[in-house]
């Protein structure tokens, strides 16, 4: 039995055939239910000839399979081995339920829909029982699978709307992405939670845009996907980049502001007949656009990469020196990128690579000059001098590591600010108060500072900011050191809270003889004037007690400023979110997918963005 073929052994007609011969590679064996002897060949590991044999010859036979206590069943091997089969409990799953699963698979992994027609993806779903069925989990073809796909995104959205309707505040990022001569408008939404007080995001568009890229077709875009999910009113701001086209489109399609209308009353302005005319003419339509703000690691982008290299150019011997200090780091950094031998050589000098700064993020670059610092300048040269290109002098490398050293504070802050998870609005103006305190106590460092206050003046002054980081427990008034400007803000924060309409549960006044018969008192004054000191005094004491001890965990206590917090750092401070949404588009969107439709790429994205089938997933296990 030992030398005998186990294969041949374990089949399950095996018992139909006696063996006669064992050979080296193949065994002799003779069939029983042929008449006389006839006698078959067959190799040691593969029983096709007699499956061949049987289906040939006894095809009107009705043949048993092998009972499982048969004698002659080959003992089970040592290693515990997978079972598949139907026959085992626990292990079956609906038809619904796979179709599920590999959604997931192909949703989450970013895999086409044609994987579900692949042969070998195929085989390994056959091996899966399903419920009701034979043995052997059958796949949907891929149009009938792109049909359980739109079931789920409708899903999905309709979900979304649901958790829209219940809420009071949101906020949104927008941006254009172009890839593979397309172009696409990336809406995200962002809100808190107001039970746990968590922030959530959920992306509900990445659109083709065609044609122009002008403001007015941007508004009426970014018009109609906030009216599809109703989120025309509730959404406190929209952040965008400095794109001129974002900045007009907000510009051009907000309800003036009241103020600046009373201001403007006593101005003479001429206007131009016709622009006017021909506004009227191009512009019939108007569209309403929610508050706008700019994203803030973009402007501290512009700072670095404009305001900063424009002062370093200003003088000649500052520009020499900055000129060649990063132009010898550009050839070193496309000398390493491009040559396997370059990059090989590094492992030599320095066990970490070199970055390759990218054109559009100035943090890259930092990261670049960064890495290069952090190599001893004889390493570096040594390294240089291998590549066959020019050394770094003491001077150069000496500006290198001060460059880095006076824009770490940017970069930190950057860091901060395109924080998704937690990042609330009212981060923004405390990380931009300690940066400018940071870079202060560096002299060389002034015009940053300058430049920081130059592009963010509308967020240093705006009450709206001071607002938001006021009521952010993590900062309160910690982050300011001006107990006049802390004053100030105290007052603002009263006004709004004495402000809102919010039901608070007051007890009831104890009466006096006296106030019972105010009928008969001369000086009764009404009750409505004491009730609104009552509210006066309880706004104080509610603000009092939230600078003292809250915190993110017991914010419920105090229903004024958790209200004003939810309005006020519901919003973003960068458009980040929306960025990486299209990270993961250029992941689906490739070259060798370019028969993907623009509908089922918006579906796949989003689909994935939101992490839908994930989600499904967990929540099942909870209710479980």
Same mark, same amino acid.
């Given at each position: 039995?030992?030398?005998?073929?186990?294969?041949?052994?374990?089949?399950?007609?095996?018992?139909?055939?006696?063996?006669?011969?064992?050979?080296?590679?193949?065994?002799?064996?003779?069939?029983?239910?042929?008449?006389?002897?006839?006698?078959?060949?067959?190799?040691?590991?593969?029983?096709?000839? !007699?499956?061949?044999?049987?289906?040939?010859?006894?095809?009107?036979?009705?043949?048993?399979?092998?009972?499982?206590?048969?004698?002659?069943?080959?003992?089970?091997?040592?290693?515990?081995?997978?079972?598949?089969?139907?026959?085992?409990?626990?292990?079956?799953?609906?038809?619904?339920?796979?179709?599920?699963?590999?959604?997931?698979?192909?949703?989450?992994?970013?895999?086409?829909?044609?994987?579900?027609?692949?042969?070998?993806?195929?085989?390994?779903?056959?091996?899966?029982?399903?419920?009701?069925?034979?043995?052997?989990?059958?796949?949907?073809?891929?149009?009938?699978?792109?049909? +359980?796909?739109?079931?789920?995104?409708?899903?999905?959205?309709?979900?979304?709307?649901?958790?829209?309707?219940?809420?009071?505040?949101?906020?949104?990022?927008?941006?254009?992405?172009?890839?593979?001569?397309?172009?696409?408008?990336?809406?995200?939404?962002?809100?808190?939670?107001?039970?746990?007080?968590?922030?959530?995001?959920?992306?509900?568009?990445?659109?083709?845009?065609?044609?122009?890229?002008?403001?007015?077709?941007?508004?009426?875009?970014?018009?109609?996907?906030?009216?599809?999910?109703?989120?025309?009113?509730?959404?406190?701001?929209?952040?965008?980049?400095?794109?001129?086209?974002?900045?007009?489109?907000?510009?051009?399609?907000?309800?003036?502001?009241?103020?600046?209308?009373?201001?403007?009353?006593?101005?003479?302005?001429?206007?131009?007949?016709?622009?006017v005319l021909r506004d009227d003419i191009e512009s019939s339509e108007r569209y309403v656009l929610p508050p706008h703000h700019r994203c803030a690691s973009h402007t501290l982008n512009l700072i670095c990469s404009n305001d900063i290299v424009k002062f370093l150019t200003a003088k000649a011997d500052c520009k020499a020196v900055y000129r060649r200090a990063t132009g010898k780091c550009s050839a070193l950094w496309s000398k390493v990128s491009r040559s396997t031998v370059a990059s090989e050589s590094l492992e030599e000098f320095s066990k970490r690579k070199l970055l390759v700064p990218s054109t559009t993020r100035w943090n890259s670059f930092y990261d670049a000059l960064s890495r290069v610092a952090d190599m001893p300048l004889v390493d570096l040269n040594q390294f240089c001098t291998r590549l066959d290109i020019r050394c770094i002098t003491e001077r150069e490398y000496q500006f290198i590591k001060e460059y880095c050293k006076v824009l770490k504070p940017v970069c930190m802050a950057l860091d901060i600010l395109q924080g998704e998870d937690q990042c609330f609005y009212g981060t923004?103006?405390?990380?931009?108060?300690?940066?400018?305190?940071?870079?202060?106590?560096?002299?060389?460092?002034?015009?940053?500072?300058?430049?920081?206050?130059?592009?963010?003046?509308?967020?240093?002054?705006?009450?709206?900011?001071?607002?938001?980081?006021?009521?952010?427990?993590?900062?309160?008034?910690?982050?300011?050191?001006?107990?006049?400007?802390?004053?100030?803000?105290?007052?603002?924060?009263?006004?709004?809270?004495?402000?809102?309409?919010?039901?608070?549960?007051?007890?009831?006044?104890?009466?006096?003889?006296?106030?019972?018969?105010?009928?008969?008192? +001369?000086?009764?004054?009404?009750?409505?004037?004491?009730?609104?000191?009552?509210?006066?005094?309880?706004?104080?004491?509610?603000?009092?007690?939230?600078?003292?001890?809250?915190?993110?965990?017991?914010?419920?206590?105090?229903?004024?400023? !958790?209200?004003?917090?939810?309005?006020?750092?519901?919003?973003?401070?960068?458009?980040?979110?929306?960025?990486?949404?299209?990270?993961?588009?250029?992941?689906?969107?490739?070259?060798?997918?370019?028969?993907?439709?623009?509908?089922?790429?918006?579906?796949?994205?989003?689909?994935?963005?939101?992490?839908? +089938?994930?989600?499904?997933?967990?929540?099942?296990?909870?209710?479980?």
């Open positions: 039995m030992a030398g005998q073929s186990v294969t041949l052994l374990r089949w399950k007609y095996s018992h139909y055939f006696e063996i006669v011969e064992e050979k080296e590679k193949g065994i002799i064996v003779k069939c029983k239910l042929c008449v006389g002897e006839k006698l078959l060949s067959t190799a040691k590991n593969t029983t096709s000839n !007699l499956k061949k044999h049987l289906h040939a010859k006894h095809s009107t036979t009705e043949l048993e399979e092998r009972a499982p206590n048969d004698t002659s069943t080959p003992p089970q091997a040592k290693q515990q081995k997978l079972d598949f089969s139907s026959s085992s409990p626990g292990k079956t799953i609906s038809s619904t339920e796979l179709n599920k699963l590999v959604a997931a698979f192909i949703v989450e992994e970013m895999q086409p829909l044609s994987t579900v027609e692949a042969p070998t993806f195929r085989n390994i779903i056959s091996k899966i029982s399903v419920t009701g069925k034979r043995p052997g989990g059958v796949l949907p073809d891929r149009k009938t699978f792109a049909s +359980f796909l739109d079931n789920a995104y409708m899903e999905m959205e309709t979900e979304l709307k649901k958790t829209f309707a219940d809420l009071e505040y949101v906020s949104t990022t927008a941006d254009l992405w172009t890839a593979q001569n397309k172009s696409f408008l990336g809406i995200t939404v962002h809100w808190i939670d107001p039970a746990t007080l968590h922030r959530k995001k959920a992306a509900i568009a990445c659109r083709r845009f065609r044609g122009r890229h002008t403001y007015d077709t941007i508004a009426a875009e970014l018009e109609q996907i906030h009216s599809s999910y109703a989120l025309c009113g509730k959404i406190t701001a929209t952040v965008t980049d400095n794109g001129s086209n974002f900045v007009k489109a907000f510009r051009m399609f907000q309800a003036d502001d009241d103020n600046e209308t009373k201001n403007d009353e006593d101005e003479v302005i001429f206007t131009d007949l016709h622009a923004l103006q405390p990380t931009l108060e300690i940066l400018m305190t940071k870079i202060l106590a560096l002299k060389e460092a002034v015009l940053e500072k300058t430049a920081i206050k130059t592009r963010f003046s509308s967020i240093l002054d705006s009450d709206e900011a001071l607002i938001a980081a006021v009521t952010l427990p993590k900062f309160k008034l910690r982050w300011l050191r001006d107990e006049t400007r802390k004053d100030n803000i105290k007052m603002i924060l009263a006004a709004q809270c004495r402000a809102l309409t919010i039901e608070i549960p007051q007890k009831e006044p104890l009466q006096s003889p006296e106030s019972r018969d105010h009928e008969n008192d +001369f000086f009764a004054f009404p009750e409505e004037e004491n009730q609104h000191d009552d509210q006066a005094i309880t706004v104080d004491v509610e603000i009092c007690e939230y600078l003292k001890s809250a915190n993110m965990e017991n914010l419920h206590d105090f229903p004024r400023i !958790l209200k004003i917090f939810l309005k006020a750092n519901t919003g973003t401070p960068s458009s980040a979110p929306v960025e990486r949404l299209f990270s993961i588009g250029s992941l689906i969107l490739t070259p060798k997918r370019n028969r993907l439709t623009d509908q089922r790429f918006e579906k796949l994205l989003l689909l994935r963005y939101n992490r839908y +089938f994930e989600n499904k997933t967990q929540m099942k296990i909870i209710t479980k």
